[in-house]
Protein backbone atom coordinates (compact mmCIF):
# COMPACT_ATOMS: atom_id res chain seq x y z
CA UNK A 1 0.00 0.00 0.00
CA UNK A 2 1.31 3.65 -0.92
CA UNK A 3 0.05 7.10 0.41
CA UNK A 4 -2.23 8.88 -2.21
CA UNK A 5 -2.93 12.43 -0.42
CA UNK A 6 0.29 15.19 -1.26
CA UNK A 7 2.57 15.15 1.78
CA UNK A 8 2.03 18.21 4.36
CA UNK A 9 5.42 20.03 2.85
CA UNK A 10 3.98 19.73 -0.92
CA UNK A 11 0.74 21.51 0.13
CA UNK A 12 2.58 24.28 1.67
CA UNK A 13 4.53 24.91 -0.75
CA UNK A 14 2.23 24.56 -3.18
CA UNK A 15 0.43 27.51 -0.55
CA UNK A 16 3.43 29.31 -0.05
CA UNK A 17 3.40 29.87 -4.66
CA UNK A 18 -0.16 30.69 -4.70
CA UNK A 19 0.59 33.66 -1.93
CA UNK A 20 3.16 34.75 -4.50
CA UNK A 21 1.12 34.80 -7.15
CA UNK A 22 2.57 31.72 -8.91
CA UNK A 23 0.19 29.78 -10.16
CA UNK A 24 1.61 27.59 -13.23
CA UNK A 25 5.18 26.30 -14.41
CA UNK A 26 7.43 23.64 -14.22
CA UNK A 27 8.66 21.77 -11.52
CA UNK A 28 10.89 18.63 -10.70
CA UNK A 29 9.60 15.84 -8.56
CA UNK A 30 12.91 14.00 -7.30
CA UNK A 31 12.02 10.51 -5.83
CA UNK A 32 8.75 10.53 -7.20
CA UNK A 33 7.50 7.15 -6.11
CA UNK A 34 4.19 6.41 -7.13
CA UNK A 35 3.65 10.31 -8.02
CA UNK A 36 1.35 11.58 -5.36
CA UNK A 37 3.43 14.67 -4.71
CA UNK A 38 3.81 15.01 -9.04
CA UNK A 39 0.13 14.42 -9.17
CA UNK A 40 -1.21 17.17 -6.80
CA UNK A 41 1.26 19.81 -8.16
CA UNK A 42 -0.02 19.01 -11.97
CA UNK A 43 -3.59 19.15 -10.90
CA UNK A 44 -2.70 22.43 -9.76
CA UNK A 45 -1.67 23.78 -13.00
CA UNK A 46 1.98 22.98 -12.87
CA UNK A 47 3.73 20.81 -15.22
CA UNK A 48 5.69 18.36 -13.24
CA UNK A 49 8.90 16.31 -14.51
CA UNK A 50 9.44 12.81 -12.13
CA UNK A 51 12.59 11.26 -11.73
CA UNK A 52 12.78 7.96 -9.79
CA UNK A 53 15.18 4.79 -9.94
CA UNK A 54 12.61 2.18 -9.99
CA UNK A 55 11.20 1.07 -12.70
CA UNK A 56 7.57 0.13 -11.78
CA UNK A 57 7.16 3.47 -10.24
CA UNK A 58 7.98 5.26 -13.68
CA UNK A 59 5.37 3.23 -15.69
CA UNK A 60 2.69 3.47 -13.25
CA UNK A 61 3.00 7.39 -12.68
CA UNK A 62 3.21 7.06 -16.82
CA UNK A 63 0.12 5.52 -16.89
CA UNK A 64 -1.63 7.09 -13.96
CA UNK A 65 -0.82 10.63 -15.85
CA UNK A 66 -2.00 9.64 -19.12
CA UNK A 67 -5.55 7.84 -17.65
CA UNK A 68 -6.17 11.36 -15.36
CA UNK A 69 -4.66 13.60 -18.00
CA UNK A 70 -1.92 15.12 -16.24
CA UNK A 71 1.41 16.85 -17.18
CA UNK A 72 3.29 14.70 -15.46
CA UNK A 73 6.34 13.43 -17.29
CA UNK A 74 8.89 10.65 -15.57
CA UNK A 75 12.17 9.61 -16.20
CA UNK A 76 13.71 6.22 -14.94
CA UNK A 77 17.52 7.10 -13.57
CA UNK A 78 18.92 7.60 -9.92
CA UNK A 79 18.48 11.22 -8.35
CA UNK A 80 22.18 11.02 -7.86
CA UNK A 81 22.94 10.52 -11.72
CA UNK A 82 23.64 13.68 -13.82
CA UNK A 83 20.02 14.63 -15.30
Known amino acids: SFKIEASHA???FREF???KNCTKGRL???GSGKGRNAFYMAAQGFQV???DFVEENVNYIQSK???MNLPVM???QSTTDPL
Open 28 to 30: LDL
Open 49 to 51: DGL
Open 74 to 76: TCC
Open 17 to 19: LQS
Open 10 to 12: VTW
Open 65 to 67: AQE
